[in-house]
């Protein structure tokens, strides 16, 4: 679905304006530091979201009529039709208050999207240090005649390639293995059968944006996960390119866990300020 | 009812304060100690003792290439304390030899007397002498797979790998006086003994095996492979094929123990070869790597899928291995080293604390955890030619001096031991150090190679000096090894000089454990130097009365193997010793009779370790394997060196435990026969 790639791509490049100025902002930050300010900031942001979004009178009434039931629990708890009434109407209680939480999840679904994936390029792997390897993978289009077209890549002065191109003809693939030699944000150049296209590459010991891979319209999972590029057209010879970046070891900022933290930090920010920001939840 | 107030007074802060600091403190301390941190409060009281452990480096050598001014550092340890010849074990075997280091005393009180032992009550069945793994008891059968469930009702007790080292290792002394001992590398210490007070860690070395439980086993993927898999000793060797330049594989990992018939687990994997750049793409299920010819991957994790009956979730075990693609084309050969546990996620034991190897290994990366690093089996079985394994073993040096480099930064007192490999396996290899020729090698290359064992000797005195840079006034430094080196031009079949004197029938057997007639066998040989007496009441099938006929029979096959000669008249044993003479302790139950020392340029046979017997009873020796100390005792001495005087003229590798102790002023115990050697 091209069509909805395009999209996605358009809000890719809104959210990697703020992404970058995020970015430039915490990263001199220890990885922990940076992962708790931007959990806390995105639970201030969905706190507000919510606010707006929700029928905040409604989840109050909703809210206090629950307090009731449970008060009545408390009050009458040897009588055990109001026992049982008062447990309908919890149950009860806590179905309207997801019911009421289903406008603001879906209005806010679309920016938590972008702000994750955002996060992923700072988080879910780490730069190539100085020295380290790397296999860089670039998949032809699925027509393209064998054996495959010779495929140049030039890694300037930044990075040097060690190994390859090995050309895979039944996957219509062509990879190297290369060599990290000067820290930045760098961009590999490929000259496909004089199309020439280029692949973000980042070195350095600090935060970076690291994009894994730089994919095409054709595939929308793709784009929406991976946004910091420009995607291939549908009829370029290129239809992805892909780097192995080294994973990234941190319980709060590291792979994988990242997300854990980030979820945990913004939920328990949201819960801790909404009554400074007299929220209903 | 008045409510609580909720102020307080400073009489309860302060109750209050001291209170959640003692509890604090407490906690801490706690902690620190469950957790088996070296942060626990010492009392070595600043003394530090390192000692260095150069497995197989030779005296004679050191001495020569110090009167050659080649080893600076040694010369300079040698002339600050002193150097000696360092007495090893009889035999001088290397799991024999560290297991006297670590008791302070002889066989008779660890029980290690061979490489290989043997059950005498299943008649001759051989076990590695270090560690076994008894099987388990009892099982709840699901469908193909059987469980063992260690808890009630169920209580069945699932196999484990228990370490046979009898006796008490020095630094269980250490440890109950509260000082820090550190081990890298320990061998004959697999499974590691436990940490009573918590002062003591060690990484296992020698004798850990890999994932296939195995002491290594390499796996090699080649065109021109067997058209079935074959397994080679400590190796598997199978052919792939391509399809228009795609040939595809699977890695065979440790086996599916839930299984009621064990299945190894496999990853398959496809590589891409491109002639025109001569490199290749090998595809892992969760990785790329783009080699070519000479080029070795760095460590790939394997995740091997272990499946379960279907009301439990599959469960991952993973190893880590190394890749070496030798050839692309026109033969695409590839070697994959043997499945190491991966130190980060250890599915066995591999250190004490369980979780100071993961610590080591988040800092450093991930290691080889097997005990024997150097890939000597693809060598000896020609996967690899001589600058393959080297390049191998200098991989493994440089893993070494990496994690050498991390402990000596991770110090701070008490004990640091740390065990280099490369000097027994690369010499065993390269080490000719004789006019005679060499079994596989022209002279030049000969002494080309046996000059790379000199450069590993000056690599090895740079790690020395290193040490002696940082701590040569603080700290007692120990530079030992468990014993020398010899040429091994000539090999004897113990089993066959028994056949042909009679000792062993029939007379056309031709393995111990195929065709031999227990009934027509007095005495057989297993392992590398022992010699075992068929004897009534001990071996299930034995003969020999004890007592006179015993005796006897003794006093006939000294006599017998130390007049041997060879074809020019060289004396092939220098010495027969009798283990009732030469061990002492509660240990000897397992010991051999006899235990053959042979003299320089002699070993045991090839075929007489794997228990088979060959027409000739000497034989030349047509291995790249080239040099071993399996002699007798007196031949292959180790080294030791020390900032400290040393005070006996004939130190031996039971002393160096006592020495330690008194180091920090504890007393020799009565576990320990050697004596103190360092003033």
Redesign the interface.
């Known amino acids: 679905m091209p069509e909805l790639a395009r999209i996605i791509s358009a809000l890719n490049q809104f959210a990697n304006f703020f992404g970058r100025a995020l970015a430039n902002a915490v990263a001199p930050l220890p990885g922990w530091l940076s992962a708790t300010v931007i959990g806390v900031l995105t639970g201030v942001v969905m706190l507000v979201g919510y606010k707006y979004t929700s029928n905040q009178r409604a989840i109050k009434r909703v809210r206090d009529q629950m307090k009731a039931n449970m008060l009545s629990l408390k009050l009458f708890k040897d009588n055990m039709r109001s026992v049982f009434g008062s447990q309908l109407g919890l149950v009860g209680g806590a179905g309207k208050l997801l019911l009421h939480s289903l406008l603001p999840m879906v209005v806010m679904f679309i920016p938590i999207t972008l702000a994750m994936t955002q996060l992923s390029l700072w988080y879910q792997m780490r730069p190539l240090q100085v020295g380290e ?1 790397a ?1 860089v ?1 670039l998949q032809l289009r699925d027509d393209t005649p064998t054996p495959l077209p010779a495929v140049k890549l030039d890694g300037g002065d930044f990075a040097e390639i ?10 219509k ?1 062509v ?3 290369i060599v990290a030699r000067t820290t930045g944000l760098h961009e590999l150049q490929f000259d496909v059968n004089g199309e020439l296209v280029t692949k973000s590459l980042s070195i350095g010991d600090r935060y970076l944006r690291v994009s894994l891979l730089r994919p095409t319209l054709k595939s929308w999972v793709d784009v929406v996960l991976n946004p910091a590029e420009q995607p291939f057209a549908v009829d370029s010879a290129v239809q992805s390119i892909a780097i ?1 970046y080294p994973e990234r ?1 941190s319980w709060t900022s590291g792979t994988d866990n990242w997300v854990i933290y980030w979820l945990v930090v913004s939920m328990a920010a949201a819960f801790a300020l909404k009554s400074v920001f007299n929220v209903n939840l | 009812m008045n409510r609580p107030r909720a102020t307080t007074n400073r009489r309860r802060f302060l109750q209050g304060s001291t209170l959640a600091g003692a509890a604090g403190l407490t906690g801490l301390s706690g902690c620190s100690y469950w957790s088996g941190s070296n942060s626990r409060v010492s009392r070595a009281a600043g003394k530090k003792v390192i000692i260095i452990g150069i497995d197989g480096m030779d005296p004679r050598l050191c001495s020569q290439m110090m009167s050659e001014g080649l080893l600076p550092n040694m010369a300079k340890l040698r002339a600050t304390g002193g150097f000696s010849e360092l007495g090893t074990s009889v035999p001088p075997q290397s799991p024999v030899a560290w297991a006297n280091f670590i008791n302070g005393n002889g066989p008779g009180t660890h029980g290690i007397f061979d490489f290989i032992h043997r059950h005498p009550h299943e008649q001759c069945a051989p076990f590695y002498s270090a560690a076994e793994t008894v099987p388990g008891e009892g099982a709840w059968e699901v469908g193909d797979y059987q469980l063992q469930l260690d808890f009630w009702p169920f209580n069945h007790k699932p196999s484990e790998t228990v370490l046979r080292r009898q006796g008490v290792p020095f630094w269980d002394y250490l440890d109950a006086s509260g000082i820090p001992t550190t081990f890298y590398d320990l061998p004959s210490n697999y499974p590691p003994s436990p940490s009573q007070y918590g002062h003591h860690r060690c990484i296992c070395g020698m004798g850990t095996p890999d994932m296939a439980g195995s002491y290594g086993t390499y796996q090699y993927f080649a065109e021109n492979g067997p058209p079935q898999p074959i397994d080679e000793g400590g190796g598997r060797r199978t052919r792939i094929k391509f399809d228009e330049e795609t040939g595809q594989g699977e890695l065979i990992g440790p086996e599916n123990g839930l299984l009621k018939v064990a299945k190894p687990m496999t990853i398959p994997f496809k590589v891409h070869r491109d002639l025109q750049s001569n490199a290749v793409a090998i595809d892992l299920p969760t990785q790329r790597l783009v080699l070519k010819p000479g080029q070795w991957s760095p460590w790939i994790r394997l995740n091997f899928e272990m499946t379960t009956p279907a009301f439990l979730p599959d469960k991952e075990v993973s190893g880590i291995c190394r890749i070496l693609v030798q050839e692309v084309a026109p033969i695409f050969r590839m070697y994959v080293s043997p499945i190491n546990v991966d130190p980060r996620a250890a599915v066995v034991q591999l250190s004490e604390p369980e979780s100071f190897i993961g610590d080591v290994a988040n800092h450093l990366g991930p290691f080889y955890t097997t005990g024997f690093k150097e890939d000597h089996k693809a060598r000896t079985n020609g996967v690899f030619n001589d600058d393959e394994f080297v390049r191998q073993a200098t991989n493994v040096m440089e893993e070494r001096l990496a994690l050498f480099d991390y402990a000596v930064q991770d110090y701070e007192d008490g004990l640091l031991f740390f065990y280099f490999s490369s000097s027994d396996l690369q010499s065993h290899m390269f080490w000719w150090n004789s006019d005679k020729p060499h079994p596989i090698r022209s002279t030049t290359e000969a002494q080309k190679w046996h000059g790379y064992i000199r450069r590993l000797y000056q690599r090895l005195d740079q790690v020395v000096g290193d040490i002696y840079d940082r701590y040569g006034s603080q700290a007692t430094i120990i530079v030992m090894s468990d014993h020398g080196f010899s040429e091994f031009g000539r090999q004897f079949n113990l089993n066959s000089w028994l056949r042909w004197y009679g000792y062993l029938g029939p007379p056309e057997c031709t393995s111990l454990f195929k065709d031999v007639d227990w009934s027509q066998t007095a005495a057989y040989g297993l392992g590398i130097n022992g010699l075992y007496i068929n004897l009534k009441g001990r071996e299930r099938d034995g003969i020999i009365e004890p007592g006179e006929q015993k005796e006897a029979l003794i006093q006939e096959l000294i006599f017998g193997l130390t007049q041997l000669q060879d074809e020019d008249g060289r004396q092939v044993v220098r010495n027969v010793y009798r283990s009732d003479q030469v061990y002492s302790g509660d240990a000897t139950e397992l010991a051999p009779d006899l235990i053959v020392g042979y003299a320089r340029g002699y070993r045991a046979s090839w075929a007489t370790c794997l228990g088979d017997l060959t027409d000739d009873v000497l034989l030349d020796n047509d291995q790249a394997w080239s040099a071993d100390h399996c002699a007798d005792a007196l031949e292959v001495p180790g080294i030791l060196f020390s900032n400290r005087k040393i005070t006996d003229a004939q130190p031996s590798l039971v002393d160096l435990a006592p020495s330690i102790l008194k180091e920090f002023g504890l007393k020799t115990p009565a576990t320990m026969s050697g004596k103190v050697v360092l003033g």
């Open positions: 390897t296999v993978s060690v190994t390859g191109p090995v050309r895979i003809d039944s996957t693939e990879t190297w293995e192995t070891d």
